[in-house]
């Protein structure tokens, strides 16, 4: 990560704010994926999948060998999934709560 003085720092943060609303602009999930793509390049994407998919198994309870075997995924990334799940900001468990139905 690059490092940034103040002004970047404040620049960034409002950017990421912007890029929030950049995602929920969309209106379906095609037009969310078009911008993921234009955003990312195929190896960010294919990373940020990763990661989704790890917690989607993580949620549903496999261990993390069994999560590797169906997805290739790493499990020093599957682990750190399993650490922003437990005690990151709250985005995943968030949004697989959505995705379930719950608020």
């Known amino acids: 990560m690059k490092h940034l ?3 970047h720092l404040k620049a960034n943060r409002a950017g990421r704010g912007s890029l929030a609303e950049a995602f929920m602009a969309m209106q379906s999930a095609d037009e969310c994926r078009a911008l ?3 955003l990312t390049t195929p190896a960010e994407l294919e990373a ?3 990661r989704w998919r790890a917690a989607q198994l993580l949620d549903a309870g ?3 060998r069994e999560i590797h075997d169906r997805t290739g995924v790493s499990v020093t990334t599957i682990g750190r999934v399993a650490r922003f799940l437990e005690m990151g ?3 995943y468990r968030l949004a697989l709560k959505r995705l379930q139905g719950e608020q």
């Open 62 to 64: 496999l261990p993390y």
């Open 36 to 38: 993921l793509k234009d």
């Open 5 to 7: 003085d103040e002004n």
């Open 89 to 91: 900001n709250g985005g």
């Open 48 to 50: 940020l999948v990763d």
